[in-house]
């Protein structure tokens, strides 16, 4: 094994050079030429890195800097996922940040800079590489979040957002520590052979699980660590909040797909309780609380504690009595859940800053009243959005919750399918009150909707990708299923 082997890490090194293109290009040009050209310079920033790890899919596994970072199908898969939605994050987001005086290269380079370190986290095979990628992402998100400095709203979201997020990473560093003195070890292949040693310290080893839990649920925004999602959502800019609520999500699954399945797999009897328990309490208290929202960012903060209920679904059913023999149908299925989830995300906050106007937040779910009337196309991809996300077919959220209830079910415990089932059908009602305003109300808002032509063209894709793909979703799914057996075979 080549211990350096820089091609693995390719992506990175071409995203972290185009990273500080963008940071130097907005420190040396005047203020005009950067206005008309940073936001379409960060854009052609992410081209190399995805041509790179375009060139790494159907590669074989390889591992860099002395087996710390590693480059499979799963990273390769979710590191494109990471790149798109980014790329379509700064779209839905040109005129709203150049309407609130964001339009700097700091928005930009920040987002790549998060980019990064949501890369490093999904290659990561050691922990501390691990928490490394995730600092690197929290830190530019906390600092994205605090860019409206004149906006207290903004500025106790991101205080909020900064304190629990330190108490998160503290968590997930203590646990870390308290594996490495339980084995001797920070490599996660190493962890993973260490628990059948005989030195090994198993008591150790369960309470950094516990803390690593602990963290991971943070990161996620699972109850009962949800506390910062909500004021989050709700206080950021609608660009800043699309940067939190989609590729750190792919992230998070690839996280604790490698904490937990690679490096915990002795564990996975006591963590998988661990992610039940809050795979119930997320299900349950995120559809529950989102009903009484008003504030469409913060029912959508609730709706997200849900869907990772549905993610943690996945996770939690991948070993059975000890069998690993339906571990990659619910991996898989956990991976093509967060994956559509982030693309329906996408959508939603797209629509929602489309909507939005210099002086005007469109925030608040009355301000969706009449939008048939004002806008027919973008009602209905927003109608497709909120299908997906209640789990309605044909779209793809619906195939993305079935696949998940497929791998429970095989584990044997019904009763937690029919909760999930239950508590979709009450989810259903807020996603499906929005079609209502739209579609039924009189309109209060008499505006045009203007959006530029990128925004247009990217929310008509973003829509017609989630109704495909709840059509055909084989070829996702499948892609998913490959990726997990061969991280799965490591």
């Known amino acids: 094994m080549d211990k350096l082997n820089l091609m693995a890490a390719l992506p990175e090194i071409t995203l972290l050079v185009a990273a500080v293109v963008v940071l130097l290009a907005d420190a040396l040009m005047s203020e005009g030429r950067r206005a008309a050209i940073i936001d379409r310079l960060a854009l052609i920033a992410l081209v190399l890195p995805f041509l790179a790890t375009i060139a790494q899919l159907g590669a074989p596994l390889q591992y860099a800097f002395n087996g710390m970072y590693v480059a499979d199908a799963l990273s390769t898969l979710l590191k494109l996922c990471c790149q798109l939605a980014v790329a379509v994050t700064l779209v839905y987001a040109r005129s709203y940040v150049s309407e609130r005086d964001m339009h700097k290269g700091e928005f930009y380079s920040l987002a790549l800079f998060a980019?990064?370190?949501?890369?490093?986290?999904?290659?990561?095979?050691?922990?501390?590489?691990?928490?490394?990628?995730?600092?690197?992402?929290?830190?530019?998100?906390?600092?994205?979040?605090?860019?409206?400095?004149?906006?207290?709203?903004?500025?106790?979201?991101?205080?909020?957002?900064?304190?629990?997020?330190?108490?998160?990473?503290?968590?997930?560093?203590?646990?870390?520590?308290?594996?490495?003195?339980?084995?001797?070890?920070?490599?996660?292949?190493?962890?993973?052979?260490?628990?059948?040693?005989?030195?090994?310290?198993?008591?150790?080893?369960?309470?950094?699980?516990?803390?690593?839990?602990?963290?991971?649920?943070?990161?996620?925004?699972?109850?009962?660590?949800?506390?910062?999602?909500?004021?989050?959502?709700?206080?950021?800019p609608t660009a800043v909040t699309l940067l939190i609520a989609g590729a750190p999500k792919l992230a998070a699954f690839a996280m604790a797909f490698r904490v937990l399945v690679e490096g915990l797999g002795g564990v996975a009897a006591d963590w998988q309780q661990m992610l039940l328990i809050l795979a119930v309490l997320s299900l349950g208290i995120g559809n529950i609380v989102a009903i009484a929202q008003t504030n469409l960012k913060r029912m959508l903060a609730y709706s997200t504690i849900s869907h990772v209920g549905f993610v943690l679904l996945g996770l939690a059913a991948g070993v059975v009595g000890g069998n690993m023999n339906s571990a990659a149908p619910a991996y898989s299925a956990s991976m093509f859940y967060v994956i559509i989830y982030v693309l329906t995300t996408l959508g939603t906050f797209g629509v929602i800053q489309v909507l939005s106007r210099n002086g005007f937040e469109s925030e608040q779910i009355s301000d969706l009243k009449g939008l048939n009337r004002r806008s027919p196309w973008l009602a209905l991809v927003m109608l497709a959005l909120m299908f997906s996300l209640a789990g309605i077919p044909p779209a793809a959220g619906f195939f993305a919750k079935l696949v998940v209830l497929q791998a429970v079910i095989n584990t044997g415990q019904v009763w937690l399918a029919v909760f999930a089932v239950m508590m979709s059908l009450v989810g259903a009602f807020y996603y499906l009150r929005i079609v209502k305003v739209m579609y039924f109300d009189e309109a209060t808002e008499t505006a045009a909707v203007q959006a530029g032509q990128g925004a247009r063209a990217t929310l008509a894709i973003n829509g017609f990708l989630v109704l495909a793909l709840g059509l055909v979703p084989g070829p996702l799914l499948n892609a998913c299923i490959d990726a997990v057996r061969q991280a799965l075979a490591f």
């Open 115 to 236: 980019l990064l370190g949501q890369m490093v986290m999904i290659s990561a095979a050691n922990l501390l590489v691990v928490y490394m990628g995730l600092e690197m992402m929290s830190l530019s998100l906390y600092a994205l979040a605090a860019m409206r400095r004149n906006s207290p709203l903004s500025s106790e979201a991101a205080m909020k957002y900064f304190v629990l997020g330190a108490i998160a990473s503290g968590f997930l560093l203590y646990g870390i520590s308290m594996i490495y003195g339980g084995t001797g070890n920070l490599a996660l292949s190493a962890i993973a052979r260490a628990y059948d040693l005989p030195g090994s310290n198993h008591t150790v080893l369960l309470f950094g699980t516990v803390f690593v839990v602990a963290g991971l649920a943070f990161k996620f925004g699972a109850v009962p660590f949800h506390m910062w999602l909500p004021d989050v959502y709700q206080g950021t």
